[in-house]
Protein backbone atom coordinates (compact mmCIF):
# COMPACT_ATOMS: atom_id res chain seq x y z
CA UNK A 1 0.00 0.00 0.00
CA UNK A 2 1.31 3.65 -0.97
CA UNK A 3 1.86 6.05 1.86
CA UNK A 4 2.50 9.03 0.07
CA UNK A 5 5.85 10.47 0.66
CA UNK A 6 7.18 7.64 3.00
CA UNK A 7 6.21 5.27 -0.12
CA UNK A 8 10.14 4.70 -1.44
CA UNK A 9 10.90 3.82 2.19
CA UNK A 10 8.32 1.19 1.88
CA UNK A 11 9.80 0.17 -1.28
CA UNK A 12 13.09 -0.09 -0.54
CA UNK A 13 12.22 -2.15 2.98
CA UNK A 14 9.91 -4.71 0.25
CA UNK A 15 13.22 -4.39 -1.85
CA UNK A 16 15.68 -5.31 0.35
CA UNK A 17 13.62 -7.90 1.96
CA UNK A 18 13.13 -9.94 -1.84
CA UNK A 19 16.78 -9.42 -2.80
CA UNK A 20 17.86 -11.01 0.93
CA UNK A 21 15.08 -13.74 0.34
CA UNK A 22 16.88 -14.62 -3.28
CA UNK A 23 20.32 -14.29 -2.70
CA UNK A 24 19.73 -16.70 0.58
CA UNK A 25 17.86 -19.37 -1.86
CA UNK A 26 20.97 -18.73 -4.04
CA UNK A 27 23.03 -19.53 -1.41
CA UNK A 28 20.98 -22.84 0.01
CA UNK A 29 21.13 -24.24 -4.20
CA UNK A 30 24.61 -23.74 -4.22
CA UNK A 31 25.53 -25.42 -1.03
CA UNK A 32 23.37 -28.31 -2.75
CA UNK A 33 25.07 -28.12 -5.99
CA UNK A 34 28.72 -28.13 -4.23
CA UNK A 35 27.97 -31.21 -1.49
CA UNK A 36 25.72 -32.96 -4.21
CA UNK A 37 24.94 -36.34 -2.71
CA UNK A 38 21.58 -38.73 -3.50
CA UNK A 39 18.79 -35.77 -1.99
CA UNK A 40 20.86 -32.95 -4.14
CA UNK A 41 17.68 -33.25 -6.43
CA UNK A 42 15.10 -33.46 -4.20
CA UNK A 43 16.49 -30.32 -2.20
CA UNK A 44 16.54 -28.43 -5.99
CA UNK A 45 12.96 -29.18 -6.36
CA UNK A 46 12.15 -27.91 -2.66
CA UNK A 47 14.21 -25.17 -3.32
CA UNK A 48 12.64 -24.02 -7.08
CA UNK A 49 9.25 -24.46 -5.13
CA UNK A 50 9.98 -22.46 -2.65
CA UNK A 51 10.66 -19.58 -5.28
CA UNK A 52 8.01 -20.81 -7.00
CA UNK A 53 5.64 -20.08 -3.41
CA UNK A 54 7.88 -16.85 -2.86
CA UNK A 55 6.80 -15.42 -6.21
CA UNK A 56 3.17 -16.07 -6.03
CA UNK A 57 3.17 -14.05 -2.89
CA UNK A 58 2.97 -11.07 -5.81
CA UNK A 59 -0.51 -12.03 -6.73
CA UNK A 60 -1.49 -12.51 -3.06
CA UNK A 61 -0.20 -8.91 -2.82
CA UNK A 62 -2.72 -7.97 -5.16
CA UNK A 63 -6.11 -9.33 -3.75
CA UNK A 64 -8.48 -6.90 -2.27
CA UNK A 65 -11.03 -7.03 0.91
CA UNK A 66 -11.03 -9.98 3.38
CA UNK A 67 -9.90 -11.95 1.43
CA UNK A 68 -6.35 -10.48 1.39
CA UNK A 69 -5.77 -11.49 4.89
CA UNK A 70 -6.94 -14.68 4.92
CA UNK A 71 -4.87 -15.56 1.82
CA UNK A 72 -1.90 -14.02 2.97
CA UNK A 73 -2.48 -16.83 5.64
CA UNK A 74 -2.63 -19.65 3.48
CA UNK A 75 0.40 -18.38 1.18
CA UNK A 76 2.37 -18.43 4.76
CA UNK A 77 1.57 -21.65 5.40
CA UNK A 78 2.60 -22.94 2.14
CA UNK A 79 6.02 -20.96 2.17
CA UNK A 80 6.89 -22.35 5.66
CA UNK A 81 5.91 -25.88 4.94
CA UNK A 82 8.36 -25.93 1.72
CA UNK A 83 11.14 -24.69 3.83
CA UNK A 84 10.80 -26.92 6.63
CA UNK A 85 11.00 -29.74 4.58
CA UNK A 86 13.86 -27.77 2.58
CA UNK A 87 15.46 -27.55 6.08
CA UNK A 88 15.47 -31.08 7.00
CA UNK A 89 17.41 -32.44 3.78
CA UNK A 90 19.78 -28.79 3.78
CA UNK A 91 21.05 -27.27 7.06
CA UNK A 92 21.58 -24.19 5.35
CA UNK A 93 18.29 -23.77 4.62
CA UNK A 94 17.73 -22.24 8.32
CA UNK A 95 19.10 -19.16 6.86
CA UNK A 96 15.68 -18.52 5.33
CA UNK A 97 14.63 -18.23 7.97
CA UNK A 98 15.02 -14.57 8.74
CA UNK A 99 13.20 -13.51 5.64
CA UNK A 100 10.26 -15.56 7.04
CA UNK A 101 10.75 -13.10 9.78
CA UNK A 102 9.51 -10.46 8.22
CA UNK A 103 7.08 -11.90 6.59
CA UNK A 104 5.20 -13.30 9.18
CA UNK A 105 5.10 -9.45 10.89
CA UNK A 106 4.26 -8.41 8.11
CA UNK A 107 1.15 -10.35 6.99
CA UNK A 108 -0.04 -12.25 9.86
CA UNK A 109 -2.08 -10.36 12.49
CA UNK A 110 -0.59 -8.74 15.29
CA UNK A 111 -0.16 -11.42 17.89
CA UNK A 112 0.31 -14.18 15.48
CA UNK A 113 2.83 -12.87 13.48
CA UNK A 114 5.28 -12.52 16.63
CA UNK A 115 4.13 -15.93 17.81
CA UNK A 116 5.29 -17.16 14.13
CA UNK A 117 8.64 -15.90 14.60
CA UNK A 118 8.86 -17.40 18.00
CA UNK A 119 8.12 -20.90 16.59
CA UNK A 120 10.58 -20.24 13.26
CA UNK A 121 13.38 -19.63 15.29
CA UNK A 122 12.75 -22.72 17.98
CA UNK A 123 12.42 -25.08 14.16
CA UNK A 124 15.56 -23.70 13.40
CA UNK A 125 17.57 -23.93 16.25
CA UNK A 126 16.81 -27.14 16.62
CA UNK A 127 17.05 -28.25 12.83
CA UNK A 128 20.71 -26.73 13.18
CA UNK A 129 21.25 -28.66 16.40
CA UNK A 130 19.93 -32.09 14.42
CA UNK A 131 22.14 -31.69 11.59
CA UNK A 132 25.85 -30.64 13.19
CA UNK A 133 25.10 -30.64 16.68
CA UNK A 134 24.35 -27.66 19.21
CA UNK A 135 26.46 -25.13 19.27
CA UNK A 136 26.55 -21.48 20.64
CA UNK A 137 26.36 -19.89 17.10
CA UNK A 138 23.82 -22.28 16.45
CA UNK A 139 21.62 -21.25 18.97
CA UNK A 140 22.60 -17.59 19.25
CA UNK A 141 22.34 -16.99 15.28
CA UNK A 142 18.72 -17.79 14.96
CA UNK A 143 17.66 -15.63 18.74
CA UNK A 144 19.71 -12.51 17.69
CA UNK A 145 18.00 -12.63 13.71
CA UNK A 146 14.61 -12.93 15.39
CA UNK A 147 15.09 -10.16 17.90
CA UNK A 148 16.09 -7.84 15.17
CA UNK A 149 13.63 -8.99 12.87
CA UNK A 150 11.00 -8.09 15.86
CA UNK A 151 12.47 -4.62 15.93
CA UNK A 152 12.41 -3.96 12.27
CA UNK A 153 8.71 -5.24 12.16
CA UNK A 154 7.67 -2.98 15.07
CA UNK A 155 9.24 -0.34 13.29
CA UNK A 156 8.09 -0.57 10.18
CA UNK A 157 4.39 -0.75 11.56
CA UNK A 158 4.25 2.15 13.90
CA UNK A 159 6.04 3.76 10.22
CA UNK A 160 3.01 2.99 8.55
CA UNK A 161 0.55 3.56 11.20
CA UNK A 162 2.29 7.03 11.04
CA UNK A 163 1.99 7.07 7.39
CA UNK A 164 -1.54 6.09 7.71
CA UNK A 165 -2.57 8.81 10.10
CA UNK A 166 -0.73 11.29 8.04
CA UNK A 167 -3.00 10.21 4.77
CA UNK A 168 -5.61 10.94 6.98
CA UNK A 169 -4.58 14.49 7.96
CA UNK A 170 -4.05 15.72 4.11
CA UNK A 171 -6.89 13.77 2.87
CA UNK A 172 -9.53 16.15 5.86
CA UNK A 173 -6.79 19.26 4.69
CA UNK A 174 -8.33 18.59 1.29
CA UNK A 175 -11.85 18.29 2.73
CA UNK A 176 -11.60 22.02 3.87
CA UNK A 177 -9.95 23.62 1.87
CA UNK A 178 -12.80 22.35 -0.75
CA UNK A 179 -15.48 23.29 1.84
CA UNK A 180 -13.84 26.31 2.62
CA UNK A 181 -13.71 27.19 -1.50
CA UNK A 182 -17.53 26.19 -1.35
CA UNK A 183 -17.95 28.64 1.18
CA UNK A 184 -16.09 31.85 -0.50
CA UNK A 185 -18.22 31.36 -3.79
CA UNK A 186 -21.13 30.94 -1.86
CA UNK A 187 -19.75 34.17 0.24
CA UNK A 188 -19.29 35.50 -3.47
CA UNK A 189 -22.67 34.84 -4.74
CA UNK A 190 -24.60 36.63 -1.81
CA UNK A 191 -22.36 39.60 -1.82
CA UNK A 192 -23.00 40.15 -5.83
CA UNK A 193 -27.00 39.75 -4.83
CA UNK A 194 -26.44 42.59 -2.27
CA UNK A 195 -24.62 44.63 -4.60
CA UNK A 196 -27.55 44.22 -7.17
CA UNK A 197 -29.67 45.04 -4.52
CA UNK A 198 -28.31 48.33 -3.41
CA UNK A 199 -27.97 48.95 -7.47
CA UNK A 200 -31.63 48.46 -7.63
CA UNK A 201 -32.56 50.24 -4.17
CA UNK A 202 -30.07 53.20 -5.14
CA UNK A 203 -31.62 53.57 -9.27
CA UNK A 204 -34.98 51.99 -9.94
CA UNK A 205 -36.16 52.33 -6.68
CA UNK A 206 -35.05 55.79 -6.29
CA UNK A 207 -36.53 56.70 -9.75
CA UNK A 208 -40.16 55.13 -9.24
CA UNK A 209 -40.19 57.08 -5.67
CA UNK A 210 -39.49 59.99 -7.31
CA UNK A 211 -42.21 59.44 -10.24
CA UNK A 212 -44.68 58.84 -7.87
CA UNK A 213 -44.22 61.42 -5.52
CA UNK A 214 -44.04 63.87 -8.52
CA UNK A 215 -47.65 62.52 -10.34
CA UNK A 216 -49.05 62.54 -7.02
CA UNK A 217 -47.89 66.59 -6.78
CA UNK A 218 -49.97 66.98 -9.91
CA UNK A 219 -52.70 65.19 -8.95
CA UNK A 220 -53.25 67.00 -6.11
CA UNK A 221 -51.98 70.57 -7.87
CA UNK A 222 -55.42 70.48 -10.31
CA UNK A 223 -57.64 67.63 -9.69
CA UNK A 224 -60.38 68.61 -12.44
CA UNK A 225 -58.26 69.44 -15.08
CA UNK A 226 -58.60 66.88 -18.11
CA UNK A 227 -56.19 63.82 -17.97
CA UNK A 228 -56.22 63.84 -14.39
CA UNK A 229 -57.48 60.10 -14.31
CA UNK A 230 -54.48 59.37 -16.13
CA UNK A 231 -52.15 60.72 -14.30
CA UNK A 232 -53.90 58.94 -11.31
CA UNK A 233 -53.06 55.78 -13.30
CA UNK A 234 -49.55 56.60 -13.98
CA UNK A 235 -48.84 57.42 -10.12
CA UNK A 236 -50.65 53.75 -9.20
CA UNK A 237 -48.59 52.32 -11.50
CA UNK A 238 -45.78 53.46 -10.23
CA UNK A 239 -46.90 52.64 -7.11
CA UNK A 240 -47.11 48.97 -7.67
CA UNK A 241 -43.71 48.84 -9.80
CA UNK A 242 -42.01 50.20 -6.26
CA UNK A 243 -43.51 47.85 -4.38
CA UNK A 244 -42.46 45.31 -6.63
CA UNK A 245 -38.86 46.64 -7.17
CA UNK A 246 -38.87 46.99 -3.05
CA UNK A 247 -39.67 43.04 -2.91
CA UNK A 248 -36.99 42.11 -5.03
CA UNK A 249 -34.60 44.16 -3.27
CA UNK A 250 -36.13 42.32 -0.17
CA UNK A 251 -35.09 38.94 -2.09
CA UNK A 252 -31.95 39.85 -3.27
CA UNK A 253 -30.60 41.47 -0.32
CA UNK A 254 -31.84 38.93 3.08
CA UNK A 255 -30.90 39.74 6.45
CA UNK A 256 -27.21 38.27 6.94
CA UNK A 257 -26.78 34.91 7.57
CA UNK A 258 -23.15 35.03 9.23
CA UNK A 259 -25.10 34.90 12.51
CA UNK A 260 -27.13 31.38 11.51
CA UNK A 261 -30.53 30.89 9.76
CA UNK A 262 -32.69 31.12 13.60
CA UNK A 263 -31.07 34.49 13.82
CA UNK A 264 -32.09 35.66 10.52
CA UNK A 265 -35.77 34.79 10.71
CA UNK A 266 -36.16 36.38 13.73
CA UNK A 267 -35.12 39.75 12.32
CA UNK A 268 -37.09 39.05 9.42
CA UNK A 269 -39.98 39.03 12.01
CA UNK A 270 -38.73 41.68 13.84
CA UNK A 271 -39.16 44.03 10.38
CA UNK A 272 -42.34 46.03 10.45
CA UNK A 273 -44.52 44.13 9.73
CA UNK A 274 -47.19 46.03 12.30
CA UNK A 275 -48.02 48.57 9.38
CA UNK A 276 -49.82 45.06 7.51
CA UNK A 277 -51.88 44.21 10.79
CA UNK A 278 -49.30 41.01 11.07
CA UNK A 279 -47.62 39.58 14.12
CA UNK A 280 -44.61 37.15 12.96
CA UNK A 281 -43.44 34.51 15.96
CA UNK A 282 -40.51 32.12 15.06
CA UNK A 283 -40.24 29.30 16.71
CA UNK A 284 -36.17 27.56 15.88
CA UNK A 285 -33.55 26.18 17.93
CA UNK A 286 -31.00 29.15 18.36
CA UNK A 287 -28.28 27.58 16.33
CA UNK A 288 -28.11 24.88 13.27
CA UNK A 289 -25.07 23.47 11.13
CA UNK A 290 -26.54 24.18 7.75
CA UNK A 291 -24.69 24.74 4.54
CA UNK A 292 -25.09 27.93 3.65
CA UNK A 293 -26.80 27.60 0.37
CA UNK A 294 -29.44 25.84 2.73
CA UNK A 295 -29.53 28.55 5.09
CA UNK A 296 -30.15 30.93 1.71
CA UNK A 297 -32.58 29.17 0.13
CA UNK A 298 -35.10 28.52 3.49
CA UNK A 299 -34.40 32.17 4.37
CA UNK A 300 -36.05 33.13 0.82
CA UNK A 301 -38.82 30.51 1.69
CA UNK A 302 -39.62 32.30 4.47
CA UNK A 303 -39.51 35.92 2.26
CA UNK A 304 -41.87 34.68 -0.02
CA UNK A 305 -44.30 33.10 2.12
CA UNK A 306 -44.54 36.25 4.22
CA UNK A 307 -44.92 38.24 1.25
CA UNK A 308 -47.89 35.91 0.24
CA UNK A 309 -49.51 36.23 3.34
CA UNK A 310 -49.02 40.15 3.62
CA UNK A 311 -50.48 40.48 -0.45
CA UNK A 312 -53.27 37.31 -0.09
CA UNK A 313 -54.02 35.89 3.22
CA UNK A 314 -55.64 38.96 5.34
CA UNK A 315 -53.79 36.91 8.03
CA UNK A 316 -53.19 38.68 11.92
CA UNK A 317 -50.31 36.46 13.09
CA UNK A 318 -47.97 34.37 11.26
CA UNK A 319 -45.69 31.59 13.30
CA UNK A 320 -42.49 30.31 11.46
CA UNK A 321 -41.38 26.64 12.92
CA UNK A 322 -37.15 26.12 11.74
CA UNK A 323 -36.25 21.95 12.40
CA UNK A 324 -33.43 19.66 11.50
CA UNK A 325 -33.77 16.14 11.78
CA UNK A 326 -30.60 14.22 10.81
CA UNK A 327 -30.36 14.94 7.06
CA UNK A 328 -33.60 17.04 6.72
CA UNK A 329 -34.29 20.66 7.15
CA UNK A 330 -38.02 21.59 7.44
CA UNK A 331 -39.11 25.10 7.44
CA UNK A 332 -43.30 25.32 8.27
CA UNK A 333 -45.13 28.68 7.72
CA UNK A 334 -48.61 29.06 9.15
CA UNK A 335 -51.13 31.91 9.01
CA UNK A 336 -54.49 32.64 10.42
CA UNK A 337 -55.82 34.22 7.55
CA UNK A 338 -58.75 33.39 5.38
CA UNK A 339 -57.20 30.19 3.09
CA UNK A 340 -58.19 29.14 -0.21
CA UNK A 341 -59.08 25.94 -1.66
CA UNK A 342 -55.62 24.27 -2.74
CA UNK A 343 -56.97 21.67 -4.92
CA UNK A 344 -58.97 24.69 -7.13
CA UNK A 345 -55.50 26.32 -7.58
CA UNK A 346 -53.50 23.78 -8.31
CA UNK A 347 -50.96 24.65 -5.09
CA UNK A 348 -51.26 20.60 -3.85
CA UNK A 349 -48.30 18.61 -3.19
CA UNK A 350 -45.47 20.22 -4.83
CA UNK A 351 -46.81 23.19 -5.81
CA UNK A 352 -45.26 22.78 -8.78
CA UNK A 353 -48.68 23.88 -11.25
CA UNK A 354 -49.92 26.53 -8.82
CA UNK A 355 -50.72 29.79 -10.64
CA UNK A 356 -48.97 31.73 -7.78
CA UNK A 357 -45.56 32.66 -8.72
CA UNK A 358 -45.04 33.20 -4.99
CA UNK A 359 -45.36 29.13 -4.63
CA UNK A 360 -44.02 28.09 -7.80
CA UNK A 361 -40.83 30.07 -6.91
CA UNK A 362 -40.83 28.66 -3.61
CA UNK A 363 -41.32 25.24 -5.00
CA UNK A 364 -38.37 25.67 -7.67
CA UNK A 365 -36.07 26.29 -4.52
CA UNK A 366 -37.42 23.43 -3.01
CA UNK A 367 -36.73 21.38 -5.98
CA UNK A 368 -33.05 22.43 -6.51
CA UNK A 369 -32.33 20.55 -3.38
CA UNK A 370 -34.73 17.59 -4.04
CA UNK A 371 -37.13 18.61 -1.21
CA UNK A 372 -40.80 18.99 -1.54
CA UNK A 373 -43.65 21.98 -0.91
CA UNK A 374 -46.31 21.12 0.83
CA UNK A 375 -49.27 23.44 1.12
CA UNK A 376 -52.04 22.92 3.35
CA UNK A 377 -55.51 25.40 3.32
CA UNK A 378 -58.84 25.46 3.69
CA UNK A 379 -60.53 28.51 3.33
CA UNK A 380 -61.53 30.64 6.22
CA UNK A 381 -59.26 28.49 8.41
CA UNK A 382 -55.78 29.87 7.46
CA UNK A 383 -52.91 28.32 5.44
CA UNK A 384 -49.57 26.18 5.85
CA UNK A 385 -46.80 25.82 3.73
CA UNK A 386 -44.57 23.18 4.90
CA UNK A 387 -40.89 22.91 2.79
CA UNK A 388 -38.57 20.19 3.66
CA UNK A 389 -34.96 20.10 1.87
CA UNK A 390 -32.24 17.45 1.74
CA UNK A 391 -29.49 18.51 3.59
CA UNK A 392 -26.31 17.51 1.61
Do not use: K
Request: no cysteine; charged share 15%.
Amino acid sequence: MAHGTLTPVFVGLRTGLHVLSAALLALVVARVVVVGGPMALPALVLAALFAGVYLLGARVARTTGPRRQRAGAWWLVALTAVWAALLVLVPEAAYLVFPLFFLYLHVLPRVVGPAAVVVATAVSIVALGLHGGFTVGGVIGPLVGAGVALLIGLGYRALAREASEREQLVAELLATRDLLAATEREQGVLAERARLAREIHDTVAQGLSSIQMLLHAAERADGDRPGTEHIRLARQTAAEGLADTRRFIRELAPPALEAGLPTALRRLADASWSVDGLTVAVDAPDTVSLPMDVQTALLRIAQGALANVVQHAQATSVRLTLTVDGREARLAVADDGRGFDVAGSGAGAGAGRSDSFGLRAMADRVAQFGGRLDVDSVPGHGTSVVATLEVP
